[in-house]
């Protein structure tokens, strides 16, 4: 399954692509521009997919889609803790 992400454009190259950060982390990742109608700004938020930013998106709906793929995740773990039991471990995701 993949899943498309935001992320804050920390960067842009003069390639067509830029550096963006996913979470709060340090975790980035470098997307590909060529589908946007315009280059976006550092400090601007991104939907990526594959490698491709295909889309802006503001910082609101950036913020409030993490914070559902954060509830997501917190779900299925505890999903996972339940269902093993005790003694037992979880099945990896």
Known sequence: MCIAVPAKVVETFEDGTARCR???GNA???ASLALLDEPP????YLIIH???ALRK???ADAE???ALLREMIAAVD???RSSAGPGRPAEPA
């Open 28 to 30: 980035f990742v470098t």
């Open 57 to 59: 998106l503001d910082a």
């Open 41 to 44: 700004q550092p400090g601007e």
């Open 50 to 52: 594959a490698g491709f």
């Open 22 to 24: 996913v979470g709060e």
């Open 64 to 66: 409030e889609t993490v």
């Open 78 to 80: 505890a999903e996972q």
